[in-house]
């Protein structure tokens, strides 16, 4: 029998493979997915208590299907039967494995439904928020908090995006690249999400982040020519690498400077090095190649003290420049404070004071540096003011440790 937050992970990584199996074999994105949210919502409450199924996407397709089916059919029943029944079967070109079938789809229907949600007629902040939902399988209140608006709002741009796609044909695009800027924002934002959760009992979501990894290669191997793909796949590996050693024995955080670099992943440190190194050396640098890049050089240090805080430094000076945006200009901040002082980098946190920097990241910056100049009781507030904006629990308990280690 597993436990609850296993099956919950396990639903999460099926859910878009589901959903995009429904949609290739019966249309209908909205009604597919309220039937997957059924479909979930009784895996949730059988599977704990009977056990897994030996084929749990099977199950959730079966499962999922029958009330779609049902769905559809309840409605057409109040309009023309004979049409309904007509428009059910599933065309050929749409045909997804049978429900229950053991294989995989010959087409990865969840890089298939990626695109679809991605289409040009949607808005950027629209692609990026239904493509999270549908497949990145993440809820509105956590798209809102990612995504740094309310989650009534969130709500609200899901609910027109599925209204734009409703009765569109399923399948990849012609020309991906129309689709690629949202597709890369998307596949970032749900590696973030999985990397370092924004709430909840753990401090990461290694299917999730997994998953992101996943559809990337994906697109890396459709798209190899392109710089920015391989810097986005090269920047997941390079972070991903050092996912075993940010959690200590009981699930704590442990900050990048303290962690034991002998549990990071060395493979996936060579394949991402490899990667920028190759991307950086073929033309300009873009912004997910500058990203990686920056990773490489935490990666490449042999010890937290000898990371060269300098070359990192000019790396997000070039990155703020191509993205001023108030994430990259905190990061810069630290960068500034390891090369200038701790003084220098809360001078760069000021104008930050009144932008949307996500969540309560800007506290603990602030507080870290405060700390390191020596005003402890300034640092104090800092740090229980991070904890109370945070609904990460890893991050709520580090941040109150670290406020109280620094009581007088």
Not at 141 to 158: D, F, G, K, N, S
Not at 222 to 243: I, S
Not at 296 to 304: F, G, I, Q, Y
Not at 366 to 376: K, P, Q, S
Request: charged share 25%; with cysteine; glycine share 8%.
């Amino acid at each position: 029998m597993r436990g609850t937050t296993e099956v919950e992970d396990l639903l999460r990584l099926h859910a878009p493979q589901v959903l995009g199996a429904l949609v290739r074999r019966y249309g209908h994105f909205d009604a597919a997915e309220d039937a997957v949210q059924e479909a979930l919502l009784a895996a949730a409450g059988q599977w704990p208590l009977k056990g897994v199924p030996d084929n749990p996407r099977g199950w959730l397709i079966k499962v999922a299907a029958r009330r779609l089916v049902d769905s559809l059919r309840a409605e057409e029943a109040r309009r023309l039967r004979e049409e309904r029944v007509a428009a059910l079967t599933p065309r050929d070109a749409f045909t997804a494995p049978p429900p229950g079938a053991g294989r995989a789809p010959s087409e990865d229907d969840t890089l298939s439904l990626l695109f679809l949600c991605c289409r040009p007629e949607l808005t950027p902040p629209a692609q990026i928020a239904l493509t999270l939902r549908a497949v990145g399988g993440l809820t509105t209140a956590e798209i809102a908090r990612a995504y740094l608006v309310p989650e009534a709002t969130m709500a609200q741009r899901i609910s027109r995006a599925k209204q734009r796609v409703k009765g569109v044909s399923f399948g990849r695009p012609d020309h991906w690249e129309e689709r690629l800027p949202a597709v890369l924002h998307t596949l970032y934002l749900i590696f973030n999400e999985g990397y370092t959760a924004t709430s909840g009992a753990a401090l990461q979501r290694a299917e999730l982040a997994g998953e992101a990894i996943r559809l990337t290669r994906m697109v890396h191997r459709l798209l190899p020519e392109d710089l920015e793909v391989t810097g986005l796949l090269a920047l997941m590996l390079l972070t991903d690498a050092r996912r075993s050693a940010r959690t200590g024995p009981h699930g704590e955080l442990v900050p990048l400077d303290e962690q034991d670099r002998g549990l990071w992943d060395k493979a996936a440190v060579e394949e991402g090095v490899a990667l920028v190194t190759a991307a950086l050396s073929r033309g300009r640098a873009g912004p997910y190649q500058l990203r990686a890049a920056i990773a490489a050089v935490h990666d490449e240090a042999p010890s937290a003290a000898e990371t060269d805080w300098r070359e990192m430094l000019g790396l997000y000076d070039v990155l703020v420049r191509l993205v001023p945006g108030p994430v990259e200009r905190l990061n810069r901040a630290v960068a500034v404070a390891m090369v200038h002082g701790p003084r220098a980098g809360l001078a760069e946190l000021g104008p930050l004071e009144d932008e949307p920097v996500a969540g309560h990241r800007l506290d603990a910056v602030r507080a870290h540096l405060l700390e390191r100049a020596g005003d402890t009781a300034a640092a104090r507030a800092a740090y229980e003011s991070a904890a109370r904006k945070t609904l990460s629990l890893p991050e709520q308990r580090y941040l109150h440790a670290r406020a109280a280690r620094l009581k007088p």
